[in-house]
């Protein structure tokens, strides 16, 4: 199997890898994220790099209990990097939350002849390699692949700035048709957990509000502010609201602002699953490149147990413990941003 001298250390699982890495495998799980292929291309490409060959897993952890899986070569991941979407596909996996679904997981790998494993993906697919690795001492890396960056130790994620970049396309064309009816939009965005996108996005397009999962939702604050600008004429206003605040959504919170103000004539937009595809920016491209060809980098370096992510314009290592049990934080300095420039 393999064969492995293991040293811990208190950030991450540092290996003696006593024989050369022959093969890895990769896969994308979880939510799809734009500039997941990017990543793909970049794993197989620097892994080919180095004569490793690349094992690719069809439908995330789901396919590797299934034994779903296919060689990737260099030319199998041409003309991908502008694609959204994951070539790989991905699925949500009951079978491999149970201990004999691992098992057989494990015994395909095995079959497979795989030294390593990559794992693109979110909280929810790391901590399923994590499972794998703490069980049958595997090697793996995992890559921050998600629209929602909600990962602690990066700033961002692959697949965050093409969703912001996605929102504020289509909020600019709704604030037209605000401001030809004098109307009042309520745009649901996603971030069922977390506000990042609502946030960012917002001050990007002016919004008069964003309302976020991380801050108690004043519904007073905001009738206040909807006064305001009334009393002021404003006739035509846009509102972000992620689709996890304590509000209960757009829709909810339309209602009662109708309900408060029955003068104003309010509609309500999910944007919903268009956040998710779509080409990846460059951003998202760059970065993508740049944490799966240094994910390759990192098993043949002898580390495991690790996330790549970007901090202050480096790659830095996190360890999966550490990304899976710690939230990163709204920054407080954009949540004031918010309201003093739409005063």
């Excluded at 290996?15 to 500039?35: Q, R, W, Y």
């Excluded at 790099?49 to 439908?59: A, C, E, L, P, T």
């Excluded at 035509?236 to 029955?262: H, M, N, T, Y």
């Excluded at 390759?296 to 790659?315: A, D, E």
């Amino acid at each position: 199997m393999f064969r492995l001298a293991i040293f811990v250390t208190t950030n991450t699982i540092r290996m003696k890898i006593t024989n050369s890495l022959k093969s890895i495998a990769v896969l994308t799980s979880g939510g799809d994220a734009p500039g997941m292929n990017a990543c793909l291309r970049a794993v197989v490409r620097t892994a080919n790099h180095f004569d490793i060959s690349v094992v690719g897993i069809n439908k995330g952890f789901q396919g590797m209990v299934e034994n779903d899986f296919r060689s990737l070569t260099a030319n199998d991941v041409s003309n991908i990097i502008q694609r959204g979407g994951t070539i790989l596909k991905t699925a949500r996996s009951a079978a491999f939350m149970t201990k004999e679904g691992r098992e057989r997981a494990m015994n395909n790998l095995i079959k497979s002849n795989v030294d390593a494993l990559v794992v693109i993906g979110g909280d929810g697919s790391f901590k399923g390699a994590l499972s794998l690795s703490d069980e049958y001492n595997i090697p793996v890396i995992g890559i921050p692949g998600t629209i929602d960056n909600d990962l602690f130790g990066t700033e961002a994620t692959i697949g965050y700035d093409t969703a912001i970049n996605t929102v504020v396309d289509a909020v600019d064309k709704i604030r037209d048709t605000a401001n030809a009816h004098n109307r009042l939009f309520f745009v649901e965005v996603m971030g069922r957990d977390a506000g990042f996108i609502a946030l960012r996005s917002g001050i990007a397009c002016g919004a008069e509000a964003v309302l976020i999962p991380e801050s108690n939702t004043y519904v007073e604050a905001l009738m206040g502010r909807l006064e305001s600008g009334w009393d002021r004429e404003k006739t035509s206003a846009i509102i972000i609201v992620a689709e996890g605040d304590d509000s209960g959504g757009a829709a909810e919170l339309a209602k009662l602002v109708k309900k408060r103000f029955p003068q104003f004539d309010t509609r309500v937009s999910i944007l919903g699953h268009i956040q998710r595809g779509g080409a990846p920016s460059a951003y998202d491209r760059v970065l993508a490149s740049e944490l799966g060809s240094w994910a390759v980098r990192t098993l043949r370096r002898g580390h495991s147990g690790v996330m790549v992510g970007r901090q202050g314009g480096k790659v830095v290592e996190t360890s999966l413990k550490q990304a899976v049990k710690h939230n990163r934080t709204i920054n407080p300095q954009l949540e004031e941003l918010v309201n003093w420039l739409s005063e």
